[in-house]
């Protein structure tokens, strides 16, 4: 059974950081990208960061970068999402997903290619 769990959202103050974790099982690690969405109130899901577990390569929103760092701890198939620098603007509920990691090389923000989701966590960011 694939299972993504996310862990680690809670409130926090603007400029402040939190780490999110995505702890993932039932499928081959290495063959799959992760990525990290995103979605506030009244508005759409939106692609945040993404790595290929196999060559480590990374996408960022141009919202996040600079300030979040996402990183695969492959022993421990878990994926991580460092958030600095918060803003009100980050508040939302974060999932992680899984996609084959070669059908999102042109478009890792597309959610269209994930297969599987975690549950979410929600991050508060209060100004």
């Known amino acids: 059974e694939v299972q993504l769990v996310e862990s680690g959202g809670g409130l926090v103050q603007a400029g402040g950081s939190l780490r999110l974790s995505c702890a993932a099982s039932?499928?081959?690690?290495?063959?799959?990208?992760i990525g990290w969405f995103r979605q506030a109130p009244g508005k759409e899901r939106e692609g945040v960061s993404c790595i290929n577990n196999s060559d480590g390569s990374t996408y960022y929103a141009d919202s996040v970068k600079g300030r979040f760092t996402i990183s695969s701890d492959n022993a421990k198939n878990t994926v991580y999402l460092q958030m600095n620098s918060l803003k009100p603007e980050d508040t939302a509920v974060y999932y992680c997903?899984?996609?084959?990691?070669?059908?999102?090389?042109?478009?890792?923000?597309?959610?269209?290619?994930?297969?599987?989701w975690g549950q979410g966590t929600q991050v508060t960011v209060s100004s």
């Open positions: 997903a899984a996609a084959r990691r070669e059908t999102v090389v042109a478009s890792p923000d597309r959610e269209y290619f994930y297969d599987y």
């Open positions: 039932g499928f081959t690690f290495d063959d799959y990208a």
